[in-house]
């Protein structure tokens, strides 16, 4: 009776061990993708040999959620400590914007703006020196008289600037080119340093709290832009890509994808520039 027990035993042993692998191949699911990226006016390419993340969160939630370990710095902050006019820092945080050159600045100049902002009224007057005498505006206040006549100087004085106004109004192509007289107190490339300097720290911040807490597998995409992560659990997950692009031509993009895992199925992706989650232009990217 004993040795009949004891082979029973060993006979369960076995199916005990295979058993719970097959139910679990049962128990799980696959994604395929294609990844491919097409640039302007050109064919679809595909995505050779670049890492996929498959995740349990977007990584766009991933990067809020390390922001807050890692706070960008804020504009205002910046703002504040420049060593500009109160009126032009101001001007700053009104419109959101460290940027004084460009097409776009110089367009979204008001006469307001340039007469009351001494930074742009003085690049105003020193890139129209040569309109002096056909037309701009002369001044009829004098700074002497600024203690011994003041209400005279204060009429004077308002009364040119609204001139200015209407010249400006009246000659918009003046304006044009006035940010070269600004090159001096553009703070611009520092706040783009600084950024780019938090975006680093940002990235790193986020992909480690992505694989500490959120990555569920990885996977090459081969020569052919495929690619897949087998053996998944059911579930929402995310396809995404750190640190990379996929660039073909002018366009660069990268994914953060949802996808759903049913039990026994295979859940097929096709990733291109329709779903990415940033499709940029260089050129586009070179002038902001």
Known sequence: MKSCILAMALFI???MVVL???LAAQSTGRIEFTARVTPTGGQPEPVRQLTFYLLRKSLEDIRAEALQTAPATELGKFIDGLGVSPEL???MKK???VRLSGEDFTKSLTPEDIVDVPEYFKAYMTHNEAFRGIGFPEPKFKEKELKSDPEKYKAQKEEYEAAVRKFIANTPDSVKGVDLELIDVNPYAK???LEGKQRELLDTSAFRLAQERYLVAHTDSDLDGHGSFAGIAPGSYWIGMFGAEAISGDVRLH???????RLGETARVELSNLNALRPSIEAQNSSN
Request: glycine residues 4%; neutral net charge.
């Open 95 to 97: 419109h959101h914007s």
């Open 191 to 193: 706040w783009a340093s």
């Open 13 to 15: 042993g076995p199916l």
């Open 89 to 91: 820092k101001a001007w």
């Open 255 to 261: 994914w953060d994808f949802p996808v759903t895992v």
């Open 20 to 22: 719970p692998a097959h």
